[in-house]
């Protein structure tokens, strides 16, 4: 009985021993709640969005044409569509008023300039006083005014155009009587080198990326095939207070016969102003709605964050979100995301 205790003490040791090593292990089983997923860096890249709009084609020049008194009208020598140079007479009135106006005004004159003479002569002879020779001084003056007013309405009572191009619309027709400033002909300049203008509204987070001389291509549903360049070469400082639109012109860089005005053009304008931008694997996106997406990242490898972004293209197998919009040295989840949670703890597979 003496060689028995020695090995009953080995047995109780050694199975102490095994279930302690057991419960250990168990332990460790429980505890460790690290979820094992997938993660890549980003990747950046230069974007260039483009910003897209529609607009009205127009003439660069565009004027409405009047008289500049009122009056019966003479004759209209061009109709809408035809083309005109620069002082091409368009239009005119009836003189017969206007030239008996400007000849009352020469004898008006020509009286002033007589009764000036003599009562300088009546004062010279001290039969006169210097007051009627200072208010015949006068009367010639306004005499004088009068024929000039005259003469100068003569002058406007045609219509001469001030530049080389087309008459877009014609008002009124011979014989009608006009009053002044009342419209006649609009008329738009055509035919030369950045004379065909298009104008359109674009938002205000869009209106920052574009500046003078940025490309642009320009689409219409007339020529739906065909594609025409054109550069920025107008940008409003402020918006339209109706639209909440900021106003931008572009003008085609040669004149196009086959244009007409008021065509509705498809506008894509390539900003200078390139974004700075993430590209993230699709297989990253946990829940999407518009152009939102959420996904989850790490920035020290053990612990998830969530954050909800603002896309900025979708394509293929990625999308994009402003370089901005992300924390700098961060590892996006691509494999596991949908089983995450907020502030999980992760291990990342190599």
């Given at each position: 009985m003496k060689h028995t205790y020695p090995i009953i003490l080995f047995v109780t040791l050694f199975s102490t021993i095994s279930c302690k090593q057991e419960y250990v292990t168990q332990t460790q089983s429980v505890t460790s709640t690290a979820k094992n997923v997938r993660a890549v860096k980003l990747q950046s890249m230069v974007q260039i969005e483009p910003v897209t709009?529609?607009?009205?084609?127009?003439?660069?020049?565009?004027?409405?044409?009047?008289?500049?008194?009122g009056g019966i009208v003479n004759s209209l020598n061009v109709n809408v569509g035809e083309s005109i140079i620069r002082n091409q007479q368009l239009g005119s009135l009836n003189l017969s008023e206007i030239n008996a106006q400007v000849v009352g005004a020469t004898?008006?004159?020509?009286?002033?300039?007589?009764?000036?003479?003599r009562a300088t002569n009546l004062y010279r002879d001290t039969v006169g006083t210097l007051e009627q020779q200072q208010n015949a001084k006068t009367a010639k003056e306004i005499a004088n005014s009068n024929l000039d007013i005259a003469r100068f309405n003569r002058r406007f009572s045609v219509i001469n155009t001030p530049v080389k191009g087309k008459?877009?619309?014609?008002?009124?027709?011979?014989?009608?009587?006009?009053?002044?400033g009342q419209p006649i002909y609009r008329v738009g300049s055509a035919g030369t080198r950045g004379s065909q203008t298009i104008r359109l509204g674009i938002a205000d987070k869009d209106i920052v990326k574009i500046i003078l001389k940025d490309s642009a291509t320009i689409r219409f549903d007339a020529f739906a095939k065909a594609e025409y360049n054109a550069i920025v070469t107008e940008i409003s400082q402020a918006a339209n207070p109706k639209t909440g639109l900021f106003e931008v012109e572009l003008t085609i860089d040669e004149y196009r016969q086959e244009l007409k005005n008021g065509f509705i053009g498809?506008?894509?304008?390539?900003?200078?102003?390139?974004l700075s931008t993430y590209k993230i694997p699709?297989?990253?996106l946990v829940e999407g709605k518009q152009n939102k997406a959420s996904i989850f990242y790490t920035e020290d490898d053990s612990t998830v964050k969530?954050?909800?972004?603002?896309?900025?293209?979708?394509?293929e197998d990625f999308f994009t979100v402003a370089a901005d919009a992300l924390p700098k040295q961060i590892k996006v989840i691509t494999e596991g995301a949908p089983y995450l949670a907020k502030n999980d703890s992760i291990n990342i597979a190599q």
């Open positions: 709009a529609t607009g009205t084609l127009l003439s660069k020049e565009e004027v409405v044409l009047s008289f500049k008194i004898n008006a004159y020509d009286k002033s300039v007589r009764d000036l003479e008459v877009l619309q014609r008002y009124v027709d011979v014989g009608q009587l006009v009053s002044p498809a506008v894509s304008i390539k900003p200078s102003l390139s699709m297989n990253a969530y954050l909800e972004v603002e896309v900025l293209n979708f394509v």
